[in-house]
């Protein structure tokens, strides 16, 4: 697929993150980019390919629109922007009182989403991601392999989506509609892996990541954790075997986190140690 070729000069920069920029168009409202550092060519057409599968299979998900390339050789997409939409972290910052509402949507958002089948051979199997990550990290013994390995694969198997990146971040509403954003990494399997993703950013991450990235204190997110807990497990379930049962699959994780960081997360690593 070619990519249509675009004029910078007419978007503004809004944002930032771990493989690029995002920008909002300076005329139109409804129309936004996500362009990739430089270098990064396949993998924005690989994202907008995946992106249009997931739309198309009904997802909730912001329209995607093309495959672009800017006149000094960066890569993106671009989207069909929800105007006047806020995140589920940014709304909880700044109306921490409405918390528990927040997290509860939040959790039927997810229940839906896990609920749902998916065509598995057209998206890879979380397990498959994971093995490929684990295989690549340099930072976990041979030992240390072999049981995360031996972990992954105990993991009972479900035929169900998984967004990838579940942070609350990447769900979005706007009035009484509600999206999932960045579906960069979906894909499909147990459940687990994904809600791990939430325990990890509500719970083992810094105080200081957690205010930059999710504008609020840690305090608020561990808050926001034990609502949306029982709002997705059930309110049978204690919160601290829910908490036993996630915490490997936060501590997975860190082959994400410590690839990124090319250094060793102990940290998040600690998340591993029933594992390990």
Same mark, same amino acid.
């Not at 939409?85 to 949507?105: F, M």
């Not at 609920?115 to 295989?135: C, H, I, M, P, W």
């Not at 840690?218 to 949306?228: D, G, N, S, T």
């Not at 049962?245 to 998040?268: C, H, S, W």
């Given at each position: !697929?070619?990519?249509?070729?675009?004029?910078?000069?007419?978007?503004? %920069?809004?944002? @930032?993150?771990?493989?690029?920029?995002?920008?909002?168009?300076?005329?139109?409202?409804?129309?936004?980019?996500?362009?990739?550092?430089?270098?990064? +060519?396949?993998?924005?057409?690989?994202?907008?390919?995946?992106?249009?599968?997931?739309?198309? !299979?009904?997802?909730?998900?912001?329209?995607?629109? /093309?495959? *672009?390339?800017?006149?000094? @050789?960066?890569?993106? +997409?671009?989207?069909?922007?929800?105007? @006047?939409?806020? =995140?589920?972290?940014?709304?909880?910052?700044?109306?921490?009182?409405? *918390?528990?509402?927040?997290?509860? /949507?939040?959790?039927? !958002?997810?229940?839906? %989403?896990?609920?749902?089948?998916?065509?598995?051979?057209? #998206?890879?199997?979380?397990?498959?991601?994971? @093995?490929?990550?684990? =295989?690549?990290?340099?930072?976990?013994?041979?030992?240390?392999?072999?049981?995360?390995?031996?972990?992954?694969?105990?993991?009972?198997?479900?035929?169900? &989506? $998984?967004?990838?990146?579940?942070?609350?971040?990447?769900?979005?509403?706007?009035? /009484?509609?509600?999206?999932? +954003?960045?579906?960069?990494?979906?894909?499909?399997?147990?459940?687990? #892996?994904?809600?791990?993703?939430?325990?990890?950013?509500?719970?083992?991450?810094?105080?200081?990541?957690?205010?930059?990235?999710?504008?609020?204190?840690?305090?608020?997110? $561990? /808050? #926001?954790?034990?609502? #949306?807990?029982?709002?997705?497990?059930?309110?049978?379930?204690?919160?601290? &075997?829910?908490?036993?049962?996630?915490?490997?699959?936060?501590?997975?994780?860190?082959? +994400? $986190?410590?690839?990124?960081?090319?250094?060793?997360?102990? *940290?998040?690593?600690?998340?591993? =140690?029933?594992?390990?």
């Amino acid at each position: !697929m070619d990519p249509i070729r675009i004029n910078l000069d007419d978007y503004v %920069l809004s944002g @930032g993150g771990a493989n690029g920029e995002s920008y909002d168009h300076k005329s139109d409202p409804t129309m936004m980019l996500k362009l990739y550092f430089p270098g990064k +060519i396949q993998q924005p057409l690989d994202e907008m390919l995946l992106a249009r599968k997931v739309y198309d !299979m009904g997802i909730p998900t912001p329209e995607p629109g /093309e495959y *672009v390339v800017t006149e000094d @050789g960066r890569y993106g +997409i671009r989207f069909h922007r929800i105007v @006047g939409k806020k =995140s589920y972290s940014r709304a909880t910052a700044d109306h921490p009182e409405k *918390v528990a509402q927040y997290a509860g /949507e939040f959790a039927a !958002m997810c229940r839906q %989403l896990h609920a749902t089948r998916v065509d598995v051979k057209q #998206f890879e199997n979380v397990k498959d991601r994971y @093995g490929r990550l684990l =295989s690549e990290s340099p930072f976990f013994t041979t030992r240390e392999k072999d049981r995360i390995a031996r972990f992954i694969a105990d993991t009972p198997d479900e035929e169900t &989506a $998984i967004h990838g990146d579940l942070q609350y971040s990447n769900a979005i509403f706007v009035g /009484e509609e509600r999206y999932f +954003i960045d579906l960069g990494d979906f894909c499909y399997g147990n459940h687990l #892996f994904d809600v791990g993703m939430v325990y990890l950013c509500c719970n083992l991450s810094p105080e200081p990541f957690i205010l930059e990235t999710f504008h609020m204190p840690k305090a608020l997110a $561990i /808050e #926001f954790w034990r609502a #949306f807990a029982p709002a997705y497990f059930g309110e049978d379930r204690p919160l601290a &075997a829910i908490e036993e049962e996630i915490r490997p699959y936060a501590g997975l994780k860190t082959l +994400i $986190i410590e690839r990124d960081m090319n250094q060793p997360m102990p *940290v998040f690593r600690d998340a591993l =140690s029933s594992v390990l």
